[in-house]
Protein backbone atom coordinates (compact mmCIF):
# COMPACT_ATOMS: atom_id res chain seq x y z
CA UNK A 1 0.00 0.00 0.00
CA UNK A 2 0.90 3.45 -1.11
CA UNK A 3 1.48 6.32 1.77
CA UNK A 4 -0.64 8.78 1.70
CA UNK A 5 0.47 12.51 1.91
CA UNK A 6 -2.14 12.70 5.22
CA UNK A 7 -0.14 9.21 6.47
CA UNK A 8 3.53 10.46 5.99
CA UNK A 9 2.17 14.30 8.11
CA UNK A 10 0.50 12.12 10.40
CA UNK A 11 3.91 9.82 11.07
CA UNK A 12 6.02 13.41 11.02
CA UNK A 13 7.13 13.13 7.81
CA UNK A 14 6.85 16.49 5.56
CA UNK A 15 7.17 16.18 1.59
CA UNK A 16 10.66 15.51 0.35
CA UNK A 17 11.77 18.76 -1.28
CA UNK A 18 12.72 18.85 -4.53
CA UNK A 19 16.78 19.32 -3.78
CA UNK A 20 16.80 16.29 -2.12
CA UNK A 21 15.03 14.41 -4.26
CA UNK A 22 17.23 15.07 -6.90
CA UNK A 23 20.68 14.88 -4.97
CA UNK A 24 19.00 11.10 -4.06
CA UNK A 25 18.41 10.58 -7.79
CA UNK A 26 22.12 12.32 -8.50
CA UNK A 27 24.20 9.83 -6.04
CA UNK A 28 21.76 7.03 -7.22
CA UNK A 29 22.83 7.25 -10.78
CA UNK A 30 26.50 7.91 -9.74
CA UNK A 31 26.71 4.26 -8.39
CA UNK A 32 24.47 3.02 -11.66
CA UNK A 33 26.77 4.32 -13.95
CA UNK A 34 29.55 1.75 -13.39
CA UNK A 35 27.04 -0.97 -12.50
CA UNK A 36 25.64 -0.76 -15.77
CA UNK A 37 28.30 -0.31 -17.54
CA UNK A 38 30.16 -3.54 -16.15
CA UNK A 39 27.16 -5.94 -17.11
CA UNK A 40 26.76 -4.55 -20.31
CA UNK A 41 30.64 -5.13 -20.49
CA UNK A 42 29.85 -8.93 -19.77
CA UNK A 43 26.89 -9.37 -21.70
CA UNK A 44 28.75 -7.67 -24.84
CA UNK A 45 31.79 -10.41 -23.39
CA UNK A 46 29.37 -13.17 -23.49
CA UNK A 47 27.63 -12.52 -27.03
CA UNK A 48 31.60 -11.27 -28.53
CA UNK A 49 32.77 -14.16 -31.00
CA UNK A 50 36.14 -12.70 -30.31
CA UNK A 51 37.19 -13.71 -26.74
CA UNK A 52 41.01 -11.94 -26.93
CA UNK A 53 40.39 -8.41 -26.41
CA UNK A 54 36.86 -8.75 -24.49
CA UNK A 55 37.05 -8.14 -20.84
CA UNK A 56 36.29 -11.24 -18.73
CA UNK A 57 32.44 -12.03 -18.72
CA UNK A 58 32.02 -13.85 -15.25
CA UNK A 59 33.91 -10.81 -13.43
CA UNK A 60 32.14 -7.80 -15.15
CA UNK A 61 28.69 -9.61 -14.82
CA UNK A 62 29.02 -10.76 -11.21
CA UNK A 63 30.36 -6.91 -10.48
CA UNK A 64 27.14 -5.55 -11.95
CA UNK A 65 25.10 -7.87 -10.34
CA UNK A 66 26.86 -7.21 -6.83
CA UNK A 67 26.11 -3.46 -7.20
CA UNK A 68 22.41 -3.09 -7.97
CA UNK A 69 21.13 -3.69 -3.98
CA UNK A 70 23.41 -0.95 -2.95
CA UNK A 71 21.75 1.36 -6.36
CA UNK A 72 18.18 1.14 -4.55
CA UNK A 73 20.14 1.29 -0.66
CA UNK A 74 21.34 4.58 -1.88
CA UNK A 75 18.30 5.88 -3.77
CA UNK A 76 15.60 4.58 -0.47
CA UNK A 77 18.13 6.08 2.22
CA UNK A 78 19.25 9.19 0.37
CA UNK A 79 15.16 9.96 -0.61
CA UNK A 80 14.33 9.29 2.84
CA UNK A 81 11.89 6.60 1.90
CA UNK A 82 9.53 5.63 5.30
CA UNK A 83 10.31 1.44 4.86
CA UNK A 84 13.38 1.55 2.62
CA UNK A 85 14.64 -1.77 4.08
CA UNK A 86 11.21 -3.10 2.33
CA UNK A 87 11.18 -0.72 -0.59
CA UNK A 88 14.65 -1.89 -1.51
CA UNK A 89 13.78 -5.67 -1.26
CA UNK A 90 10.80 -4.85 -3.37
CA UNK A 91 13.07 -2.87 -5.71
CA UNK A 92 15.58 -6.12 -6.32
CA UNK A 93 12.34 -8.25 -7.13
CA UNK A 94 10.64 -5.72 -9.59
CA UNK A 95 13.97 -5.30 -11.32
CA UNK A 96 13.91 -9.23 -12.16
CA UNK A 97 10.66 -9.63 -12.74
CA UNK A 98 10.27 -6.19 -15.52
CA UNK A 99 13.86 -6.89 -16.63
CA UNK A 100 14.23 -10.02 -17.58
CA UNK A 101 11.51 -10.64 -19.86
CA UNK A 102 12.17 -7.22 -21.37
CA UNK A 103 15.54 -8.01 -21.87
CA UNK A 104 14.19 -10.78 -23.70
CA UNK A 105 11.35 -9.34 -25.44
CA UNK A 106 13.82 -6.61 -26.82
CA UNK A 107 16.63 -8.97 -27.50
CA UNK A 108 19.19 -6.75 -26.18
CA UNK A 109 20.45 -6.23 -22.92
CA UNK A 110 20.43 -2.20 -22.27
CA UNK A 111 16.76 -2.07 -22.48
CA UNK A 112 16.04 -4.49 -20.40
CA UNK A 113 18.82 -3.11 -17.80
CA UNK A 114 16.86 0.52 -18.36
CA UNK A 115 13.27 -1.40 -17.81
CA UNK A 116 14.19 -3.09 -14.74
CA UNK A 117 16.43 -0.28 -13.03
CA UNK A 118 13.31 1.80 -13.73
CA UNK A 119 10.88 -0.41 -12.01
CA UNK A 120 12.80 -1.01 -9.27
CA UNK A 121 12.97 2.86 -8.79
CA UNK A 122 9.24 3.22 -8.60
CA UNK A 123 9.57 1.29 -5.35
CA UNK A 124 12.69 2.73 -4.15
CA UNK A 125 12.23 6.35 -4.17
CA UNK A 126 9.66 7.85 -1.91
CA UNK A 127 6.57 8.99 -3.39
CA UNK A 128 4.68 11.57 -1.57
CA UNK A 129 2.00 10.99 -3.82
CA UNK A 130 -0.56 8.40 -3.48
CA UNK A 131 -1.25 7.91 -7.20
CA UNK A 132 2.50 8.73 -8.43
CA UNK A 133 3.01 5.20 -9.48
CA UNK A 134 0.89 5.66 -12.72
CA UNK A 135 2.92 8.49 -13.39
CA UNK A 136 6.09 6.85 -12.73
CA UNK A 137 5.61 3.98 -14.65
CA UNK A 138 4.76 5.87 -17.31
CA UNK A 139 7.98 7.58 -17.60
CA UNK A 140 10.15 4.07 -17.24
CA UNK A 141 7.83 2.81 -20.12
CA UNK A 142 8.84 5.75 -22.02
CA UNK A 143 12.73 6.03 -20.87
CA UNK A 144 12.41 1.74 -22.05
CA UNK A 145 10.98 2.76 -25.59
CA UNK A 146 13.65 5.21 -25.80
CA UNK A 147 16.58 2.98 -24.82
CA UNK A 148 14.97 0.82 -27.72
CA UNK A 149 15.27 3.22 -30.24
CA UNK A 150 18.26 4.51 -29.69
CA UNK A 151 19.71 1.07 -29.45
CA UNK A 152 18.53 0.63 -33.00
CA UNK A 153 19.32 4.24 -34.50
CA UNK A 154 22.73 5.40 -32.40
CA UNK A 155 24.70 1.70 -31.14
CA UNK A 156 27.17 1.98 -29.04
CA UNK A 157 26.24 5.68 -28.06
CA UNK A 158 23.00 4.25 -25.89
CA UNK A 159 24.97 1.89 -23.74
CA UNK A 160 27.21 5.38 -22.16
CA UNK A 161 23.56 7.19 -21.47
CA UNK A 162 21.68 4.13 -20.09
CA UNK A 163 22.36 4.79 -16.67
CA UNK A 164 20.90 8.51 -16.74
CA UNK A 165 17.59 7.34 -17.94
CA UNK A 166 16.16 5.28 -15.22
CA UNK A 167 15.82 8.00 -12.12
CA UNK A 168 15.65 10.80 -14.02
CA UNK A 169 12.64 9.98 -15.47
CA UNK A 170 11.23 8.67 -12.03
CA UNK A 171 12.39 12.32 -11.28
CA UNK A 172 10.46 14.51 -13.71
CA UNK A 173 7.42 12.33 -13.70
CA UNK A 174 6.63 13.47 -9.82
CA UNK A 175 7.64 16.98 -10.52
CA UNK A 176 4.86 16.88 -13.40
CA UNK A 177 2.49 14.99 -11.50
CA UNK A 178 2.90 17.31 -8.81
CA UNK A 179 2.57 20.45 -11.48
CA UNK A 180 -0.77 18.94 -12.52
CA UNK A 181 -1.75 18.73 -9.10
CA UNK A 182 -0.58 22.47 -8.61
CA UNK A 183 -2.68 23.33 -11.18
CA UNK A 184 -6.10 21.74 -10.53
CA UNK A 185 -6.14 22.23 -7.00
CA UNK A 186 -8.26 25.66 -6.30
CA UNK A 187 -6.08 28.91 -5.62
CA UNK A 188 -7.12 30.99 -2.15
CA UNK A 189 -8.49 33.97 -2.70
CA UNK A 190 -7.17 37.14 -2.16
CA UNK A 191 -9.18 38.88 1.06
CA UNK A 192 -11.10 42.04 0.21
CA UNK A 193 -8.56 45.49 1.25
CA UNK A 194 -10.16 46.30 4.48
CA UNK A 195 -11.00 50.52 4.32
CA UNK A 196 -10.00 52.18 7.04
Known amino acids: ?13 APLPPQRKWRA ?4 TLLLAPTVWSLLAGLVAVASDDHTD ?12 SLIPFVFIV ?12 AVLRAMGLCLLIGLPVSALAADAVT ?3 AGIGAGGIVALRA ?8 RAAAVAVATAYTFVLARGAGAVVLLAAPIFPFTCLGLADH ?8 TQPRPEAAPPVDR
Request: glycine share 10%.
Open 54 to 65: APAAGAAIAFGL
Open 128 to 135: DQADGWRM
Open 1 to 13: MRPTKRRLEAAGM
Open 25 to 28: ITLA
Open 75 to 86: LAFASEHPRAPG
Open 176 to 183: LSEWRLAR
Open 112 to 114: GVV
